[in-house]
């Protein structure tokens, strides 16, 4: 039972839980603010502001580089994972959603012809804006940072 225990207190992992946790949360009441209305899926939905994929992985980042210092070997592979989640999230996915606005203008256009092979919409939000990686990034520093002072893991 302590091999649980040692998951559920892994300084690292919580932060990163964390951060998701608050970024979905965050993204869910801005997307309520907009809209004017809930939509539970944008609790578990990729896209929006703020990036939990940024958060999550800066927030690990910030962890173990508090852990282990920031010149260990820990931080390096986990300071590398973050920017290329956040190169990832910038560039091909949010090309991916771009793509997908195009193509459902053009299926809204031709929607009088054959389209039974067409699906009804493509996922438009997948990818993320450079504000919005960077929002996620800077919440996940400091949620990895908060934790720490609070809870006292790199001393």
């Given at each position: ?22 970024a ?5 009441i801005?997307w ?21 994929h ?8 910030t ?6 210092g920031?010149?260990?070997?820990d ?5 590398l ?8 999230a ?9 793509q997908a606005?195009i193509?459902?203008?053009i299926?809204?256009d ?7 092979n067409?699906?009804?919409?493509l996922?438009?939000?997948v ?11 800077v919440?996940?520093i ?5 934790l ?5 893991y790199?001393?």
């Amino acid at each position: 039972m302590s091999k649980l225990s040692d998951v559920f207190s892994n300084y690292p992992l919580i932060c990163a839980l964390v951060s998701w946790i608050i970024a979905q949360v965050m993204k869910t009441i801005i997307w309520v603010i907009q809209n004017r209305k809930f939509n539970f899926v944008s609790l578990v939905a990729s896209g929006g502001m703020p990036s939990s994929h940024s958060a999550s992985v800066c927030a690990l980042a910030t962890a173990v580089g508090r852990l282990s210092g920031f010149n260990s070997v820990d931080f390096a592979i986990s300071a590398l994972l973050a920017f290329i989640v956040m190169y990832d999230a910038a560039g091909v996915r949010r090309s991916a959603g771009e793509q997908a606005k195009i193509l459902n203008r053009i299926m809204e256009d031709i929607e009088h012809g054959i389209t039974e092979n067409m699906p009804k919409r493509l996922k438009e939000l997948v990818g993320h804006t450079p504000l919005q990686v960077f929002a996620g990034a800077v919440l996940g520093i400091l949620i990895g940072i908060l934790l720490d002072v609070l809870l006292h893991y790199s001393q």
